[in-house]
């Protein structure tokens, strides 16, 4: 496969139709992933779901580095922020709280006595994105993985599957097969 090829998926996903059951709902059969399965896919759908980031926080405590995703979620937040006011004052959070020598949750990044106090007096959306990235990279190639194989991850799987393979869920698939297979 060429580059062109291998992004074509993810730029231009296939279209699936969306079929209901008999009472309007996405048909289970055909629903995207979600939960535990659409985390484990990647660190990115991981952090897209709040629950997804309870989860991996929960787990990141157990291990002493909830810092990392505390400081990118910061981050993420950071980039939105209107106005220069604003924008000091949160730079400042989160360098007080994350990057300075005498931070509360310090996060371990390469470079970070380069970036000072004085950066905060003009700040710009991205002033962050070189140290989020060292974080966002730490935690793809190192928690992330240990958190799909925690017993937080594999719990929330197992009552997942079994609230899926319950009475309720069980009728609903049979109508929607009984709908679409006459």
């Known amino acids: 496969l060429s580059w062109n090829e291998a992004l074509l998926p993810a730029v231009f996903p296939p279209v699936r139709p969306k079929i209901n059951d008999s009472e309007g709902h996405p048909s289970s059969s ?19 779901d709040p629950e997804g980031v309870k989860r991996f926080r929960e787990f990141l405590k157990k291990e002493f580095s909830e810092e990392n995703v505390l400081f990118w979620l910061a981050c993420e937040e950071f ?10 004052e949160k730079a400042k959070e989160i360098y007080m709280t994350f990057l ?14 380069r970036l000072n106090e004085t950066i905060l007096e003009t700040p710009h959306p991205l002033m962050f994105q070189k140290l989020q990235d060292q974080i966002f990279n730490l935690m793809k190639y190192d928690s992330y993985s240990r958190f799909l194989k925690s017993d937080i991850f594999l719990n929330h ?26």
């Open 30 to 48: 055909h629903q995207s992933l979600k939960g535990t399965s659409k985390w484990a896919t990647s660190l990115e759908n991981l952090l897209e």
């Open 157 to 182: 799987k197992k009552s997942e599957e079994q609230e899926e393979n319950s009475p309720e869920a069980q009728t609903a698939a049979k109508r929607a097969s009984r709908i679409y297979n006459t």
């Open 79 to 88: 980039k939105k922020t209107q106005g220069k006011k604003q924008m000091q």
């Open 100 to 113: 300075s020598n005498k931070a509360s949750s310090q996060v371990n990044v390469e470079g970070q006595s």
